[in-house]
């Protein structure tokens, strides 16, 4: 096994952390020193559902098209992929662009967005995280901007919460009619699953039609069933004009991005974009993701049934906890915050979490919990036993 030292010798990391994975297995990870730990992170909304889900692992194994796929010929399976997601997505979404990643997607709806508007601005949440492109980082948190000086574009942010007197603040960014979208995730997992009032919801739609700056759906945590519904944005009563997707299309599987379109938005891209993506949807990725969406389309109603029921669970277990320090909770479907409004303790309970054998995030003041979509309640009940240890 590789020292700490020799590790971080050659490869660069972002806050690393000391676990070595060996493998997963349904709602578990193993180090490479056999210590299991319940994964209740499942790699940041990835395995929604499920480590090891054999119907994914079925179509990787009996994979039998080409090893690669030129972006300029033409390969079926990407139709019924594209075809697949836009009959899946919320509105008026019609055309997807190929893409490896959810910084990708973000990129491309950031390229189309200033295409479609011919303007430059955006408007975006304080505190947010879009990916790790210079675009994602230039609609993301502030502080990349004070820490890379020179990204690109002007993008004014948003504080939360989203209620009323936010709402007054972005009529006032946008009545100038020269920002060209404003992008969020609709339910916030980056920011501690930060769930915006329905009011501003619909104000904000209603304010982006009025003004013509196009409305993205950043839906690359939140997307497949993660929040309770297939994707974050239809519990609001919005269509947006671009959404973003990844991380769970593939379940772990393969790297995959998309970003999907309104037909107006996709022809101006496809007349003046630029979005050949020599990686994006690789075979082996296109057809993983075919049956997750297979397995999400077949199963949805009992997906979604089982995370209600698993959600409430975890709400009341979270209710009954004897928190050391005071806790409110932040529930969308299986995206679960636990805000102590103290970044230190956060962070104290998550490892404490680790070390006893439970893998959370923690997100600035808040604790993450992010199980798997189809998790059973003895699992649920064994992780949930671990935190209320650790609190
Ligand atoms: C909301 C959101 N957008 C974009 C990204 C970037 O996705 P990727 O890491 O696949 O490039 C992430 C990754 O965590 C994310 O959470």
Not at 85 to 106: D, I, Q
Not at 202 to 227: H, N, Q, Y
Not at 351 to 379: F, M, T
Request: proline share 4%; with cysteine; glycine share 10%.
């Amino acid at each position: 096994m590789a020292s700490k030292s020799e590790e971080s010798q050659f490869l660069a990391r972002e806050s690393p952390e000391d676990l070595q994975v060996a493998r997963t297995d349904g709602n578990y990870l193993f180090d490479v020193e056999g210590k299991q730990y319940v994964d209740f992170l499942m790699g940041w909304c990835v395995g929604n559902f499920g480590w090891g889900n054999l119907v994914l692992l079925e179509a990787t194994a009996l994979f039998e098209g080409p090893d690669y796929v030129y972006p300029g010929y033409s390969y079926a399976p990407w139709n019924e992929l594209a075809s697949l997601l836009v009959s899946m997505s919320p509105g008026s979404l019609k055309k997807c662009f190929r893409a490896t990643g959810g910084s990708e997607a973000v990129d491309l709806a950031l390229q189309a967005a200033m295409l479609h508007t011919g303007r430059s601005k955006f408007v975006s949440l304080e505190g947010s995280y879009h990916g790790n492109t210079i675009g994602g980082l230039s609609v993301g948190a502030s502080e990349y901007r004070e820490d890379c000086k020179n990204l690109l574009t002007r993008c004014y942010k948003i504080k939360p919460p989203l209620n009323a007197k936010s709402l007054a603040r972005v009529e006032t960014l946008l009545k100038e009619r020269d920002v060209a979208a404003f992008i969020m995730e609709p339910i916030s997992i980056n920011l501690g699953v930060l769930i915006p009032e329905p009011e501003f919801m619909t104000g904000l739609a209603d304010l982006c039609r009025r003004t013509g700056t196009l409305l993205i759906m950043d839906e690359v945590a939140t997307g497949f069933g993660r929040t309770g519904t297939l994707f974050a944005s239809e519990q609001f009563d919005i269509e947006p004009d671009i959404m973003c997707v990844a991380k769970a299309i593939t379940g772990g599987l393969g790297g995959m991005g998309a970003m999907i379109a309104t037909a107006p938005v996709a022809k101006s891209m496809e007349e003046k974009g630029h979005f050949y993506s020599t990686y994006g949807w690789h075979p082996r990725s296109v057809a993983v993701a075919i049956a997750a969406l297979g397995y999400i389309t077949r199963h949805s109603q009992r997906l979604l049934k089982d995370v209600a029921t698993t959600s409430a669970y975890c709400r009341e277990r979270l209710m009954a906890m004897p928190f050391k320090k005071p806790a409110s909770f932040r529930i969308a479907g299986l995206a679960i915050g636990v805000d102590f409004g103290d970044e230190s303790h956060a962070a104290e309970v998550q490892a404490k979490c680790r070390h006893e054998g439970l893998l959370v995030a923690n997100e600035g003041d808040s604790l993450l919990l992010l199980p798997a979509l189809n998790i059973d309640r003895a699992v649920a009940a064994q992780g949930l036993d671990i935190l209320e240890r650790c609190i």
